[in-house]
């Protein structure tokens, strides 16, 4: 599990990290967290099957 923000920003990266681990992959291109602070909760960029909870 990798945590920071814009990860998302750099698709070639995401595809290396699922080709090389196999990994299911959630990301984000813009801040993650907390609303007030000008992030998001949403991963809008996903590479393989994602299992989401409510």
Known sequence: MLYGCNVGSD???LYSLNQLTGANIAA???RVGNIA???????ETRIGL?????
């Open 28 to 30: 984000s291109a813009h």
């Open 11 to 13: 698709r070639q990266f």
């Open 50 to 54: 994602m299992k989401i909870s409510t």
């Open 37 to 43: 602070k000008g992030g998001s909760w949403q991963l």
